[in-house]
């Protein structure tokens, strides 16, 4: 689960006056729709708007972007799905050409454009189920064992792109970016 609230923290605290938020969400996917509707609640809770707009394939995507840009969202806060993530190249292009601020949760935007991105690393994810699975090993029950989520949040910032958006990430979050 990505940290919805930090994300919607770091964009209010970016892009002052901010009202409302856009994502591309993929409908036939369970964790996309969740993903959409924790996002939502985030933003609620911080008075902003979510708009959502769904693709059911890659084709789509686009167009479901530019219909966020035409619904004037104030930027981008892409959810990760695995439609999303193989197609996010023509969400963040119309970022660019619509000069729509770009935020995610993919470590790997960072490099493709996104301004800031907060990721739940698949690494530390690992070495959390390992001593989960040392605490078994060493005799606890599974039961007995609370649901965590990954132990560490990334903060990634790209400087290039606060540049071209005219955005300016706060230092605490450029200070925590690796």
Excluded at 8 to 20: A, D, H
Excluded at 110 to 117: D, L, N, T
Excluded at 130 to 148: E, H, R, T, V, W
């Amino acid at each position: 689960m990505s940290d919805f609230d930090g994300l919607v923290n770091l964009v209010i605290e970016s892009v002052p006056g901010i009202k409302t938020i856009g994502t591309v969400f993929t409908p036939n996917e369970v964790n996309s729709v969740a993903f959409k509707d924790e996002l939502n609640k985030a933003a609620v809770k911080r008075g902003l708007k979510l708009i959502a707009a769904p693709a059911s394939s890659a084709t789509e995507v686009s167009d479901a972007s530019l219909s966020l840009i035409s619904n004037r969202i104030d930027a981008f806060t892409q959810i990760s799905d695995n439609l999303t993530a193989s197609s996010g190249s023509s969400i963040l292009k119309a970022a660019y050409d619509a000069k729509v601020p770009y935020f995610g949760f993919i470590s790997d935007q960072i490099k493709s454009g996104a301004i800031a991105v907060l990721a739940r690393d698949y690494y530390i994810a690992g070495v959390d189920a390992g001593k989960q699975a040392m605490l078994i090993f060493n005799g606890k029950s599974p039961k007995d064992i609370p649901y965590q989520y990954v132990s560490k949040t990334s903060y990634l910032v790209n400087t290039d792109a606060m540049k071209y958006f005219g955005v300016k990430v706060p230092q605490k979050y450029i200070d925590q970016s690796k």
